[in-house]
């Protein structure tokens, strides 16, 4: 078994490039991919495929809804196997099942046919090449580094909230839905296979240190304690049942399910809400798309604040600001265009900065070596609250007709997602911490 001190010993020359960068760079590109396929576009497609196919906007949600729940299962499954396998061989498989069932959802004609494509399979393949496989994977690679990796790496994330939709909008309004899912699942094969190759498990399979750190010379005093942190985070991480009798972990599972509800909402009605009040579909989908590039901006100011402030404050300052904009969202609406804009500018920012600092704050709390499992245990309660969400609000509307209510329903679920986090503490260290010892000079 691999562990930093072998790793310690074996590593004797620096490569040219550490390869975790190359993992950081495919972790974009998956970002990219999922999020901007699987929740930034369900508004541009509600609309034209409710009316062509005569379903309710409840029974469209319905399939998005049930996809994040399928989504979570896969990721309890998948968890372990990130742990002993690495990301490659589950990445591969999921790029083949996302590509082929994109492209199928182009051939649907009833709603069950919709439910299982888009629903199961899409959702299973986006789960499994998206942000808690490559973040899970990233965590394994850089300590010292980690909180700005994470949060740059979710530059793919944003991204995925800019391009697709804008393009997308046009391609559904000129051609069809169904040319719309067959661009996405064609886009999906040729971005991610080539991605998915460049995944690794962990850097101590390759005698390699996390953060590229090497022991061919004698270290500085720095260095010493960076060598520290590696061996701290190593050997005090967590394993799923030790988490799991933590408060922590649940005050995280719960802050963060209530987030994640929120967003899908948000990502599933915010395009319709816009239309229904008047907007035309390019002015919803642009006001969309600024949310992505302010969440695009925001990477660079979080990434830099991680390393210098406490995680689960920052986590706690993201979903706020997330919760304050989304309470203004219908006022704003109602004032102009503009103070709208700025409503999605807030709420981009923040949530620029939760995802990432979310994952940062798992790996922060419970260590790297069993992250996957530990990560994963929370889906199943995350899901029923993160699922429910959706579907309740498109159950409201058609009730209703309106989404007024739902959005102040949502900057209530983010309130408490803050408090709950902010309630959380890391867990205390498993082991004494000793000063690590100066590896001998090679040759």
Do not use: C
Request: hydrophobic share 55%; aromatic share 14%.
């Amino acid at each position: 078994m691999h562990d930093w001190r072998t790793a310690l010993t074996a590593a004797t020359r620096r490569p040219r490039v550490f390869w975790g960068w190359w993992i950081f760079a495919a972790s974009i590109v998956g970002q990219f991919v999922t999020i901007g396929f699987a929740a930034q576009v369900i508004g541009v497609f509600l609309v034209p495929m409710t009316e062509d196919l005569g379903w309710s906007r409840s029974e469209f949600v319905l399939a998005s809804s049930l996809g994040f729940g399928i989504g979570a299962i896969t990721g309890m499954l998948i968890g372990p196997l990130i742990d002993r396998y690495g990301a490659r061989p589950i990445m591969l498989v999921g790029t083949t099942i996302s590509g082929v069932a994109l492209i199928a959802v182009s051939q649907v004609e009833e709603l069950w046919q919709f439910i299982f494509v888009r629903g199961a399979l899409t959702q299973i393949g986006l789960f499994m090449i998206g942000p808690f496989v490559v973040n899970t994977t990233l965590s394994k690679w850089f300590v010292i580094n980690r909180g700005r990796v994470i949060a740059l790496a979710s530059l793919g994330t944003s991204i995925g909230g800019i391009i697709p939709p804008l393009v997308l909008t046009p391609i559904v309004d000129g051609a069809g839905w169904e040319v719309g899912w067959v661009v996405m699942g064609i886009t999906t094969l040729v971005l991610m296979y080539p991605s998915s190759l460049v995944m690794r498990r962990q850097p101590e399979d390759y005698g390699l240190l996390p953060d590229g750190k090497t022991g061919d010379e004698e270290p500085t005093a720095e260095e010493l304690e960076q060598l520290e942190l590696l061996r701290q985070d190593f050997d005090n991480s967590y394993t799923r049942g030790e988490a799991m009798r933590t408060r922590s972990m649940w005050l995280l599972v719960f802050g963060f399910a209530f987030a994640v509800a929120a967003v899908a909402i948000m990502y599933s009605h915010v395009i319709p809400f816009m239309t229904d009040v008047g907007y035309t579909r390019s002015q919803a989908a642009f006001a969309f798309a600024v949310q992505g590039a302010f969440a695009l901006v925001s990477k660079f100011f979080w990434a830099w604040v991680v390393q210098k402030h406490s995680p689960r404050i920052l986590t706690v300052l993201t979903i706020a600001m997330m919760g304050v904009s989304t309470a203004f969202l219908v006022p704003a609406a109602d004032t102009s265009y503009g103070s709208l804009l700025v409503v999605f500018a807030v709420f981009g920012f923040g949530i620029g900065g939760m995802f990432p600092l979310f994952d940062f704050v798992w790996a922060w709390y419970f260590g790297r070596q069993h992250i996957g499992a530990v990560r994963s245990m929370g889906f199943p309660v995350s899901v029923v609250i993160a699922v429910t969400g959706p579907i309740l609000t498109g159950i409201y509307y058609d009730s209703v007709g309106n989404y007024r209510g739902a959005f102040f329903t949502l900057a209530f679920l983010l309130s408490l997602g803050a408090v709950l986090i902010l309630a959380s503490r890391k867990p205390p260290a498993k082991v004494a911490l000793e000063p690590a010892e100066a590896p001998a000079a090679a040759g």
